[in-house]
């Protein structure tokens, strides 16, 4: 076996064994880049999911009682597992993604550096002592593992958004059921590996593929799972919200988003441009902080139209796998319709395009980096989440009407703006409802800060000293009879 082989698993781990669905059924996994189906793996059921619950609710009731040391070690040994296989990884995710392969290397380098951040953290899960109000008692507050945690997890980050929940969950001393996106299955597959290496005991760690809706109805429904943690739409978000309501179970919830970047008159053009580039175009403009709307103010709005279309008509387009590339495919047929339905949308109600505008002429899902002016409210891309690489620009005359319009959405996931008046840069900030912020910076997202959105972007927070609360019960204790 190759190494990649070796991380490269086409059945699902349950309780440390590797297993085909129970009637053998399986997906197949394609390649973006050009429609080859490049492998199968299980299409589990409610059987596989229930057996992976009990495999990680048995081990839980040992890996609980292993000391905060112990989980960090192994966090640190996964961690090592990761940049160790960093290669074989990034082809694996850019093989079934799309992604270029410097990307696909730097979504691995997030996964291992919040891995570490876990490690680290998983040493510092402090309780309280709280001053006590009668004589003779002592007030403790400790915190334990939520328990046996269900990961749901989409195609666009198919590694990094599973460090963010494995990560912290290990750490807290929870056990962990995973189910990939069906798209990019192999890179959730991958982590079972990656746990086996890491030397995890048999069922820490249990990944299972297959019909999400029967996987995710077992997931919540099952009182053994105590938490769930999803990222992806808000659609399905809020389906598992109501479906866990039933057990009352914990949830975190990263959902969609509606990101605005603002840029105002005084910004520095050279650095709102670099900002734009990566806020948008990264992963095809297929990640839930990407830029949506561009808010350019009336003074600057021209130049800044006319830089964005030639930095955008600069992107190279092609192959993953291939050298120097800077976008790869769209993951499916349906996004390039989308993104079609949005753009034809934008056009029949005034949007002109100045760059791009059309599938691309490598064919398949390559669709061409593209720029839309003269955007408005009217338009379904001032409400849908884009996740495509489009462009549309707003115009705005003044601060009041760009936090009016960046606010005027159901989401509140990542927004940006680009200023040089420090009084603007914290009214702005202070006004703004979102999560996340980016000022005069387009790329945010860092294993030592708390990620997660407000409104219908989400519930909790991944990441920084926060992200392990999600996996933490308090429980406090009265020590009574102590005069
Ligand atoms: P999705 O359709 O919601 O799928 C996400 C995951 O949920 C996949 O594993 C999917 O499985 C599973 N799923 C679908 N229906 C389900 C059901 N009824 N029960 C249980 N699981 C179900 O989202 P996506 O298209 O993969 O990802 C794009 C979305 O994710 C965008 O909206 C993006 O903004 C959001 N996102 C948010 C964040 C964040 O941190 N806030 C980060 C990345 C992405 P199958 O693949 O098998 O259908």
């Known amino acids: 076996m190759t190494e990649t082989d070796l991380l490269r698993r086409n059945v699902n781990l349950i309780g440390g064994q590797w297993v085909a669905a129970d009637d053998g059924a399986t997906l197949d996994v ?10 199968t793996v ?20 040992t890996f609980r009682k292993t000391t905060a040391a112990e989980r960090a070690d192994m966090l640190f040994a996964l961690y090592e597992a990761i940049r160790t296989n960093v290669d074989d990884l990034a082809f694996i995710l850019t093989s079934e993604q799309g992604k270029p392969l410097a990307e696909a290397k730097g979504e691995l380098g997030l996964s291992a550096a919040y891995v570490r951040w876990f490690a680290e953290e998983a040493r ?52 962990v059921v995973i189910k990939p996106a069906s798209q990019t299955p192999f890179s959730g597959l991958a982590w079972g590996a990656l746990a086996e290496l890491a030397g995890f005991p048999p069922g820490v760690i249990n990944v299972v593929t297959g019909s999400a809706s029967v996987i995710g109805a077992e997931l919540t429904a099952n009182p053994l799972v105590r938490k769930i943690t999803f990222t992806g739409s808000t659609e399905v978000g809020k389906i598992l919200i109501r479906q866990a309501a039933d057990t009352v179970k914990r949830v975190s919830m990263e959902l969609g988003g509606n990101a605005p ?74 996004a390039v319709a989308k993104v079609e339905e949005l753009i034809a949308d934008a056009a029949g109600k005034g949007g002109r395009i100045v ?60 927004c940006y703006f680009y200023t040089s008046d420090l009084g603007r840069a914290f009214r702005v900030s202070d006004e703004l409802r979102y999560g996340l912020v980016g000022v005069n910076d387009g790329f945010i997202t860092t294993e030592v800060a708390p990620f997660g959105g407000v409104k219908e972007s989400g519930i909790g927070s991944e990441g920084g000293p926060y992200g392990i609360d999600e996996y933490l019960d308090l429980k406090y204790i009265s020590l009574g009879g102590l005069d």
């Not at 299409?43 to 009731?61: D, H, L, V, Y």
């Open 261 to 334: 970047f603002i840029v105002f008159d005084d910004a520095d053009i050279d650095r709102a441009i670099e900002g734009a580039m990566i806020a948008k175009y990264r992963n095809a403009g297929q990640t839930c902080v990407c830029t949506n709307r561009f808010l350019v103010q009336d003074g600057i709005h021209d130049a800044f139209v006319d830089r964005l279309a030639r930095a955008t008509g600069e992107l190279r387009v092609g192959r993953g796998t291939d050298e120097g590339v800077q976008q790869g495919p769209l993951i499916d047929e349906a």
């Open 30 to 39: 394609t390649n973006p880049a050009d429609g080859a189906v490049i492998g």
């Open 124 to 175: 510092r899960a402090y309780g309280d002592l709280i001053p006590s109000p009668f004589k003779g008692r002592k007030l403790m507050v400790t915190r334990e593992p939520v328990g046996v945690t269900a990961a749901i997890t989409p195609w666009n980050f198919p590694s990094s958004m599973l460090s963010r929940k494995v990560g912290p969950a290990i750490a807290a001393g929870c056990t």
């Open 42 to 61: 299980p299409k589990s059921g409610t059987a596989e999911t229930r057996r992976a619950i009990e495999a990680a609710a048995s081990a839980f009731e």
């Open 355 to 414: 760059e791009g505008g059309a599938r691309h002429a490598l064919g398949g899902t390559y669709f061409q980096p593209t720029v839309i002016a003269e955007a408005t409210t009217a338009m379904e891309i001032a409400q849908e989440e884009i996740f495509g690489p489009v462009s549309p620009v707003f115009r705005f005359n003044d601060e009041a009407e760009a936090i009016a319009l960046a606010n005027d959405t159901p989401f509140g996931l990542a």
